[in-house]
Nanobody, 120 residues
């Protein structure tokens, strides 16, 4: 079964940095368009950063200048570098992507989430 696997979350102090990773668990797969989201309420996730297959990026206003989304096409991994973290960045972060795996498309896949906690 194709899955997105996230890692890199943890506990960090205000002003610190973390890098989240999102990778596909199956060889022969690649990530197409991708977004990092965070859970802001029980039923709502907000888009933090997006990256198209063409390399265009977009960011939530609250993270512009602090977060950077990028990809390593050799490793089929997408990253979210988070700098100058604030307590309000505390959340579970999710990777969402369209995938190509063994010639088939998989749309709107979600990772399992990784917890980011920023302590003041």
């Amino acid at each position: 079964q194709v899955q997105l696997v996230e890692s890199g979350g943890g506990l960090v102090q205000v002003g610190g940095s973390l890098t989240l990773s999102c990778a596909v668990n199956r060889r022969g797969s690649s990530i197409n368009a991708v977004g990092w989201y965070r859970q802001v309420s029980r039923n709502q996730r907000e888009l933090v950063a997006g990256l198209t297959s063409g390399g265009n990026t977009n960011y939530a206003d609250s993270v512009k200048g602090r977060f950077t989304i990028s990809r390593d096409n050799v490793k089929n991994t997408v990253y979210l570098r988070m700098n100058n973290l604030k307590p309000e960045d505390t959340a579970v972060y999710y990777c969402n992507a369209d995938l190509i795996s063994l010639g088939s498309w998989y749309r709107d896949y979600w990772g399992q989430g990784t917890q980011v906690t920023v302590s003041s």
